[in-house]
């Protein structure tokens, strides 16, 4: 079965410019969420997703960030315009839902995308 | 404000030896507690996971301890071999489906 995938691995922009970043979750689940780690420091909840709809996304540090999951299917973030600070490895991750079968609170994780802002 | 605390921020170990991470926490609402192991250039895994209702817990060499009162918990590597060096994160959550809450990770070599 096909893990988390994330595209792009890397990314290096100007400041000032956009960048979308894509998580591709585990067929079948519907709990979708994105992390960030700035260089040292802890792995920071952005948002997250049940199916198409954002359930929490009080990580979120500004409107530059827009997460979208069309369809509850695959997922963006997109990063507009994109600031110095914004530089760090973004993690998608993902689950089933409470109840089902494989839900042990886990949360699988991609390998994320690492995003360098110039 | 850092919910998780975690430490060493890095470690090195002898193969064979014990290699302990500690993370310490505040909320009490937490009631999940795992331990991720990253490899360089891939994602972080579940290595282990715990609940508040018990006190250890053992798979294989790895071991998670967990003091309820003293809102810390922390993982034991026996017999560490070169292979587990990797970045160990702590996390927590409040329920099944919520966030995790991570430490800011512990950076273990095991050298031969």
């Known amino acids: 079965e096909a893990g988390v995938t994330q595209f792009p691995s890397h990314s290096v922009i100007e400041k000032g410019q956009t960048v979308t970043l894509r998580c591709d979750p585990i067929?079948?689940?519907?709990?979708l969420y994105w992390y960030r780690r700035v260089m040292g420091k802890e792995i920071k909840f952005l948002l997250h997703f049940v199916k198409e709809s954002k359930q929490d996304e009080s990580g979120m540090p500004n409107n530059r960030f827009l997460a979208e999951r069309t369809g509850g299917t695959y997922s963006t973030l997109k990063v507009q315009p994109a600031e110095l600070e914004d530089s760090g490895v973004y993690f998608c991750a993902s689950s089933p839902l409470l109840g089902l079968a494989g839900s042990s609170g886990e949360q699988f994780f991609g390998p994320g995308t690492r995003l360098t802002v110039l | 404000q850092q919910q998780v605390k975690q430490s060493p921020q890095s470690l090195i170990v002898q193969k064979g030896g014990i290699s302990i991470i500690n993370c310490a926490y505040e909320n009490t609402a937490f009631d999940y507690f795992p331990w991720y192991q990253q490899f360089p250039g891939k994602g972080p895994a579940l290595l282990i996971a715990i609940r508040p209702d018990v006190s250890e817990k053992k798979e294989g060499r790895f071991t998670i301890s967990f003091n309820k009162s003293a809102k810390q918990f922390s993982l034991h590597i026996m017999d560490s071999q070169p292979g587990d060096s990797a970045t160990y994160f702590c996390a927590a959550s409040s329920r099944a489906g919520n966030q995790f809450y991570f430490g800011t990770g512990t950076s273990l070599t095991v050298i031969p």
């Open positions: 067929s079948g689940h519907d709990n």
